[in-house]
């Protein structure tokens, strides 16, 4: 049987305490940060209220051992009573994500149902909290443009990687190399994935590819960013990668109203608007030098 342990904390605890969970084998545990949602001139923008508290959620087999009990509650370092803990049907915790059919006959499952889709059509996802689930338009589309293309034997850079669910469908499609970057501290959830889905390990980068110029100092095949308009623009000034014209690149997570910024400077840097694919107001666009 398995456990979900709810307990309210302050974020900045959690934080902390996340990394020592991880140590002790409870991999599975979540929290969402609350956001204010506001627009500005690079569309949507999040603000986190970092200095009020949030629900931690974890889930474990064990919990009514006295021994797996104490070992929690002193990571924790709370009282018994301040928890919330229920008994969860493994089935229906498995089947939080609903599988995910993409246009081009592809399909994003979880572990526990892999079996049920043919091999070379499937992306096998188990999220750990990190963006990329394919639930977002801007990864859909995204993969929409790499399925449908053969990576064999291409070098490739995926930026802002997440889950690294755009890695993984690289590698499917026969990526020869892949190197993810990401601010946050992503390498276990994406080497995680990659075997799930039995393909090689990718390399993974954590750097902040705005403040820390030329970090990347190869040139790739393809290169994934998915990250937000003036972001993307930062990025690809920042790291100089508009000087790659050997490069094809896809670009999302850009909108309707600020997209033609990104597209003008690739124009400006000699590249073709090659695709366009639009999903609400979400804009996912393809550039290959003329």
Not at 93 to 101: K, L
Request: proline fraction near 2%; aromatic fraction near 12%; charge should be negative.
């Amino acid at each position: 049987m398995m456990y979900e342990i709810t307990v309210r904390l302050p974020i900045k605890k959690i934080e902390r305490i996340i990394p020592h969970l991880y140590q002790k084998g409870y991999y599975q545990a979540f929290y969402e940060v609350p956001l204010d949602v506001v627009t500005d001139a690079n569309g949507y923008a999040f603000v986190e209220k970092r200095n009020e508290t949030t629900e931690l959620n974890i889930y474990i087999n064990d919990y009514i051992e006295a021994k797996e009990r104490g070992q929690l509650l002193e990571l924790l370092a709370i009282d018994e009573s301040s928890l919330l803990v229920k008994e969860v049907n493994e089935l229906n915790y498995q089947q939080t994500f609903d599988d995910i059919f993409l246009e081009n006959g592809w399909v994003i499952t979880t572990p526990d149902r892999r079996y049920h889709y043919d091999k070379e059509r499937r992306i096998v996802l188990d999220s750990q909290g990190n963006f990329g689930t394919g639930y977002h338009e801007t990864t859909r589309d995204c993969l929409h443009f790499i399925l449908n293309h053969d990576f064999t034997g291409f070098c490739v850079a995926d930026i802002g990687a997440g889950s690294g669910v755009l890695s993984v469908a690289a590698a499917l499609r026969g990526a020869d190399s892949i190197d993810t970057f990401d601010i946050q501290p992503v390498e276990r959830e994406i080497l995680y994935q990659c075997q799930l889905n039995d393909v090689k390990p990718v390399n993974v980068f954590q750097s902040d590819l705005i403040q820390n110029e030329n970090q990347i100092n190869k040139e790739y095949d393809w290169i994934f960013l998915n990250i937000g308009t003036q972001e993307n623009i930062d990025i690809l000034k920042a790291q100089g990668l508009l000087d790659c014209h050997g490069t094809t690149f896809i670009l999302s997570g850009m909108l309707e109203w600020n997209a033609q910024r990104v597209v003008n400077v690739f124009k400006k840097a000699g590249f073709l608007l090659e695709e366009r694919k639009q999903s609400n107001e979400w804009v996912t666009c393809l550039f290959k030098a003329k």
